[in-house]
């Protein structure tokens, strides 16, 4: 936090060594390696990814103790359909998706593939398989299920006029039939009761959703966001159930760590980008290294941005006012997320067995996900405990305030407080609790802003400037990213006159 605010000050040294690039890409998250993996393939090795954290991967981050690897942020990736074929080409180059990459149905490295039980809920004092409340429910609540699903399958199957699928990932790769995008004016919550759906466990389960993916209240995500979450994936495999997720017991940074290989030495990390300028023959950046309390001033031919978009204003000299106005607009959702490392698994409580992701029904957070899960070992030792919550009941600005004015107290408190209504175990069996704030967690898809002129001109280059981070979809997931990035690789490549090398 501390690094990333000197932005606001400007109070940086003077450059002291002056050196040149082809391509500076700004920002080591997933848009940024994925920038850098695709670059790399193509046999364009004429560049340099300057990461302000001491690490890259951004919000896919992880940390590591004695007894196990965890998240600090994300920690899934759902089977990719074929239209993500960016994601696929990548899993395949990672080893983690075998055979063909645009296979209807490829197999998967079964170690990465979620064991069983994948996920529970908590509600009533009871554990049940799957999310969707069903102890308890009335005649009605199920009714209203099977009149959602059913909207759904609609959705699923639906193409629009130009032959895309109505919602598909990437998001570029949807329908943009009028009625379609007419869904982004109105929130989820609306869209509920506009098709009459007044169940509250539904209610419950949709707003879960939104929380979940795009750290938002159903009232404050577009109805045409809340339908992507659930109508969007249609990855199959071969030797898995299409809803099964790959996962590792440090998320996504197992993916980051082997994207890295092949290019790690043109990582340079600790590294601010504070200040960009675009003359008429390249692009000027002033990097602000961290440890060495020094600026290097680099020249680069081409630029791929992918830090997040509300950073650009602030270093970019000369920005386009529309540009500097879109990045203005975007709204971020806060996010707390905290690591408890536990001598031993919690009581399993009543009901369905723990779970890789375990959620709590009457909680202002999301539940947790298990970092041992994928184990081969018994699960019976310690463990290490990912809990999450999106702080969306309340406007971002007010829940920002909120997360950096509460101490790590306060918030552990909090947290011991929650789980020990399905373990009241938990406080004998923690031996370590550690928070971890993000600010500007994600992109939040509010209503109007996904179909909006200023989002769409978030993805359009400006001069030697290529963006790429996540934002550009308007809602923040691995595929988005890894798109944006793929996608401003090859743009910088053509600027370059380069042959693309792809299995594509
Ligand atoms: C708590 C949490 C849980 C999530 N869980 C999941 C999940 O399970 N599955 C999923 O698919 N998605 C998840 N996500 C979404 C996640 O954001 C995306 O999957 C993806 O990691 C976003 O990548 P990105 O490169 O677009 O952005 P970022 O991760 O934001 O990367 C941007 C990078 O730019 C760097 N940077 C910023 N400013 C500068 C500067 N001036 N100079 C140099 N570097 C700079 C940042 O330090 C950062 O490393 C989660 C997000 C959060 C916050």
């Known amino acids: 936090m501390e690094r990333g605010h000197r932005l606001r000050g400007r109070d940086f040294p003077a450059p002291s060594e002056f050196r040149k690039t082809g391509v500076a890409i700004v920002g080591g998250g997933i848009a940024g390696l994925s920038a850098a993996w695709k670059l790399n393939k193509s046999g364009f090795g004429d560049f340099q990814l300057f990461e302000l954290e001491d690490a890259v991967g951004g919000n896919a981050r992880s940390g590591k103790n004695a007894v196990s690897a965890y998240p600090w942020g994300a920690h899934y990736l759902p089977l990719p359909g074929v239209e993500a074929r960016e994601t696929r080409e990548l899993l395949a180059d990672l080893g983690v998706l075998q055979g063909d990459p645009c296979a209807e149905t490829p197999s998967y490295d079964e170690r990465y593939l979620c064991f069983a039980p994948q996920e529970r809920l908590y509600r009533n004092g009871l554990w049940q398989e799957g999310l969707l409340p069903q102890i308890g429910t009335t005649k009605h609540d199920q009714e209203q299920y099977r009149?959602?699903?059913?909207?759904?399958?609609?959705?699923?199957?639906?193409?629009?006029?130009?032959?895309?699928?109505?919602?598909?990932?990437?998001?570029?790769?949807?329908?943009?039939d009028a009625d379609l995008m007419a869904l982004d004016r109105i929130s989820m919550r609306q869209f509920l009761f506009q098709h009459k759906l007044d169940s509250p466990l539904l209610h419950w389960y949709v707003n879960y959703g939104c929380r979940d993916d795009y750290g938002s209240d159903y009232a404050r995500v577009s109805a045409w966001a809340g339908l992507h979450y659930f109508a969007s994936r249609n990855g199959q495999a071969a030797n898995a159930e299409s809803d099964q997720?790959?996962?590792?017991?440090?998320?996504?940074?197992?993916?980051?760590?082997?994207?890295?290989?092949?290019?790690?030495?043109?990582?340079?990390?600790?590294?601010?980008v504070q200040r960009m300028e675009e003359t008429k023959s390249h692009v000027e950046l002033d990097v602000f290294m961290h440890s060495e309390n020094r600026s290097v001033r680099w020249q680069a031919d081409q630029v791929i941005f992918a830090a997040p978009m509300f950073v650009l204003p602030h270093l970019f000299e000369g920005l386009d006012t529309n540009l500097k106005q879109a990045?203005?607009?975007?709204?971020?959702?806060?996010?707390?997320?905290?690591?408890?490392?536990?001598n031993s698994l919690p009581n399993p409580g009543h009901g369905a067995p723990l779970s890789w992701d375990n959620v709590l029904y009457d909680s202002p957070a999301l539940g947790y996900v298990n970092a041992t899960h994928q184990n081969l070992r018994?699960?019976?030792?310690?463990?290490?405990?990912?809990?999450?919550?999106?702080?969306?009941?309340?406007?971002?600005?007010?829940?920002?305030?909120?997360?950096?004015?509460?101490?790590?107290?306060?918030?552990?408190?909090?947290?011991?407080?929650?789980?020990?209504?399905?373990?009241?175990?938990?406080?004998?069996?923690?031996?370590?609790?550690?928070?971890?704030?993000?600010?500007?967690?994600?992109?939040?898809?509010?209503?109007?802003?996904?179909?909006?002129?200023?989002?769409?001109?978030?993805?359009?280059?400006?001069?030697?400037?290529?963006?790429a981070h996540s934002d550009l979809s308007g809602f923040s997931i691995f595929e988005e990213a890894n798109y944006w990035g793929v996608k401003a690789a090859e743009s910088v490549l053509q600027h370059q006159h380069l042959l693309l090398r792809s299995r594509w």
């Open 245 to 272: 997720v790959l996962t590792w017991p440090e998320g996504n940074d197992w993916l980051v760590k082997q994207m890295q290989r092949g290019f790690k030495e043109r990582i340079v990390s600790g590294a601010l």
């Open 378 to 467: 018994s699960h019976e030792g310690p463990t290490v405990l990912t809990y999450y919550q999106a702080l969306s009941g309340e406007p971002e600005k007010n829940a920002r305030q909120r997360l950096f004015d509460t101490p790590r107290n306060q918030w552990a408190e909090m947290i011991l407080r929650d789980l020990s209504r399905p373990h009241p175990d938990i406080r004998d069996k923690v031996t370590q609790l550690d928070v971890f704030r993000w600010g500007h967690a994600m992109s939040m898809p509010v209503p109007g802003w996904i179909w909006s002129a200023a989002r769409e001109r978030l993805t359009l280059p400006h001069g030697r400037l290529h963006p």
């Open 147 to 176: 009149h959602f699903f059913a909207l759904l399958e609609q959705f699923r199957q639906r193409q629009g006029a130009s032959g895309l699928r109505a919602f598909a990932i990437p998001a570029a790769r949807s329908a943009r």
């Open 327 to 342: 990045c203005q607009q975007i709204r971020y959702a806060p996010w707390l997320v905290a690591n408890l490392t536990l």
